[in-house]
């Protein structure tokens, strides 16, 4: 089991920064991958970025490309999400999630690490609200 906490969540002006951060406990070694996903009242959780967390391969959805920064501390068993230049159709509920699983063909990972299925840990989510 593994489980995820994520901090960090508030509300920010148009332009502003942001750092979520999400714990993770139990038994990481089984979060091959972990995610940050968000979901707005009324839409489809979306995912945001995601990092393998043995290579360090890293994936972003294309609304927060160059915008939104992902990393991880290994010895710390911490996922991050730097956000950037926010606007308000950034404003939603930010889960962090980690799985182990994988897709049917390699050239798959990039699509795959995005999607809520590929994952079977979720954290309680942080609100991030952005507005003027």
């Known amino acids: 089991q593994v489980q995820l906490v994520e901090s960090g969540g508030d509300s920010v002006g148009p332009g502003g920064s942001l750092t979520l951060n999400c714990s993770i406990s139990?038994?990481?070694?089984?979060?091959?991958?972990g995610a940050w996903f968000r979901q707005a009242p009324g839409k489809e959780r979306e995912g945001v970025a995601a990092?393998?967390?043995?290579?360090?391969?890293?994936y972003y959805g294309a609304s927060v490309k160059g915008r939104f920064t992902i990393s991880q501390d290994d010895a710390k068993n911490m996922l991050y999400l730097q956000l950037n230049f926010l606007i308000p159709d950034d404003t939603a509920v930010y889960y962090c999630?980690?799985?182990?699983?994988?897709?049917?063909?390699?050239?798959?990972?990039?699509?795959?690490?995005?999607?809520?299925?590929?994952?079977?840990?979720w954290g309680q989510g942080t609100q991030v609200t952005v507005s003027s």
């Open positions: 999630a980690a799985g182990q699983g994988r897709p049917a063909s390699r050239n798959e990972w990039p699509s795959y690490l995005l999607r809520p299925s590929a994952y079977n840990y």
């Open positions: 990092v393998y967390r043995s290579t360090g391969a890293i």
């Open positions: 139990g038994s990481p070694e089984n979060a091959l991958y």
